[in-house]
């Protein structure tokens, strides 16, 4: 296993894949972290004195040293993990594209070495795009918002636990994604499709009906992990949310949360695990018996 994993990184390593969507990744982190972040800082202003109030009491904290630099930093690498899902997507659609899938198969004692060993390899690829985009995204967030207003220190490192945790699973979720579909440019397409349009016009569009959709559809479980974290923070996650706060005002408080329905970190963690392994195993099935040749 362990040759099996060191040819997968070789693999990785030869094509210019994994550092050309390290640029992206690096631009998305750090302007959506930095803009969200100007506009954050200025909390009260931005949702209201009222609304800051009913959270900032409960939570027993000053309206001008609430941790905004927490949503700043949700929101960016929550749209940066997109990255990583993509490059996931060429593990195996990529391998089909490029014919090199057949000597994959070939030199490894069987499929399920095979696919397990570019499970790990990719895993390793995931935590080192999460540790990117939260490095890219930190330096964002102390160059756009107060020092006051920064994450505590426990705070910052569940970020950087929820980032890690997050890119992996994207990751991994775009390899089975691919692998299912066979096709990079159709899997890239409805990836980029649903997580930016479909499924956020569905929350919307749905929000007065049921409040949910946000909690346990791919995307809105994904952006859930560190999202939820932010939201924790500032105790308006579907779970605690201040009751004087009205339905549609708690959309928009998610919102600059980056995770509308998130009920809390480790809920969407768990749902989204269920969303990638759905993913993973249905890929895994396929490519057990797919012809080759």
Known sequence: MGNLVKAEFRKTLSLNTWWVLIIPLVLVAFWLTFVWGKITNDFADFIGSSEVRDISGPIGLDPDKL???????????????????LFGVFALAGEYRSKTITTTFLTAPNRISALTAKMLTYVGWGAIYGLISFGVSAVAVMLSVDAGRWPTAGQWLAALGGTVLAAVLVTLFGIGFGAVLRSVPLAVVLLLVWFLIIENVLVFALWGTT?????????????????????????????NLPGNVDHWTQLGLQLAAGSPGVISWWASALIFFAWTMVFFGLGWAGNQKRDIT
């Open 67 to 85: 941790p905004v630099g927490l949503l700043a930093l949700a929101h960016g690498v929550n749209i940066a993990q997109l990255i990583p899902a």
């Open 211 to 239: 409040d949910i959709l946000g909690g346990i559809l791919p995307n809105g479980t994904a952006n859930g992990i560190v999202g939820g974290i932010a939201a924790s923070a500032f105790g308006i996650n579907s779970l």
